[in-house]
């Protein structure tokens, strides 16, 4: 039987949205006037409906507009602290009062010592009803989630958010979700060598677009095309994979959906919509 692995962008921008919260900037007011696609959410996916990646405030619009039962759903991996990736106010909804679970229910959390640390207070009161189990991961250990394998990798992003990001494999499908990080550090290039996993997809953060990057712990297409070459070079991909753009600043240049496809495409990448599946 073939497996195939699906993968839906609930949001797909960086902390300020797209258009951003306070701006009159011209990527804002392009979005604002095209809506549809151009329109972003902060950062946010979910794996064949059943593994959730990142739980950030846009959660509660993300579940109506797609539809989710977040009862269905029992696994959740999150890539660090920052506010547009883990909002533990909406987590502590879980909790009797405010909810009524399906019997047996439990969500099982995964992150960084920094993530468990910030969920600590939450966790806690949680743990009482046995509703809510975090689970601390470290990079280059393989666990399982939900009936996934799943592998942590260190990030190069902002050290005290605890960053990870990380390779989701079942039933011989596996994706790469490499959000929010710089261009990966030599030891997770040395690591892709020795282990030669290969990827159906890659999503990569592509923060700023096409505007050159002159800071460190996101990326933009340049680097984005950089990571695919490497890739494709170790053997990690092919011409099969399916190499996705995502997480986008208003401050990115042509970061406008309509503006970018066609530039992304060119180099062999789709781009992210909040709502868009892809399949493999």
């Known amino acids: ?23 009159e900037c011209e990527n804002c007011k392009k979005s604002r006037a095209a809506g549809g696609r151009a329109i972003r959410t902060r950062s946010q996916a979910l794996v064949d409906g059943q593994l959730l990646i990142d739980f950030p405030a846009d959660t509660y619009k993300h579940i109506l507009d797609n539809n989710i ?34 019997d047996g229910y439990k969500l099982h959390i995964y992150g960084s010592d920094a993530v468990c640390s910030r969920l600590g207070q939450t966790s806690e009161r949680l743990k009482k009803h046995n509703i809510c189990e975090l689970h601390e991961v470290k990079p280059f250990e393989k666990f399982s989630a939900g009936g996934y394998e799943v592998t942590a990798l260190p ?18 499908k596996t994706l790469l979700w490499a959000h929010d990080t710089h261009y990966f550090s030599d030891e997770v290039w040395d ?41 494709i070079s170790l053997g ?17 240049t042509n970061v406008v959906y309509d503006n970018f496809v066609p530039i992304a495409g060119r180099a062999g990448f789709k781009v992210s919509f909040d709502g868009g599946e892809f399949e493999v």
């Open 69 to 102: 039962d977040l009862c269905k759903i029992s696994h959740c991996l999150i890539t660090h602290t920052h506010s547009d990736h883990l909002y533990p106010n909406d987590l502590a909804m879980l909790e009797p009062g405010y909810s009524h679970l399906p």
């Open 191 to 231: 690591y892709f060598a020795a282990t030669k996993p290969h990827f159906d997809l890659v999503s990569l953060d592509c923060t700023n677009a096409c505007l050159p990057l002159t800071y460190i712990g996101h990326m933009g297409l340049a680097e984005n095309i950089k990571a695919k070459e490497k890739l």
């Open 1 to 23: 039987m073939v497996i195939i692995m699906k993968l839906r962008y609930l949001g797909t921008a960086a902390a300020e949205g797209v258009p951003a919260l306070f701006c």
């Open 155 to 172: 990030a190069i992003h902002d050290k005290n958010a605890g960053p990870l990001f990380y390779m989701i494999s079942r039933g011989g």
């Open 236 to 252: 990690c991909a092919d011409d099969g994979t399916v190499f996705v753009c995502n997480h986008f600043s208003h401050n990115g």
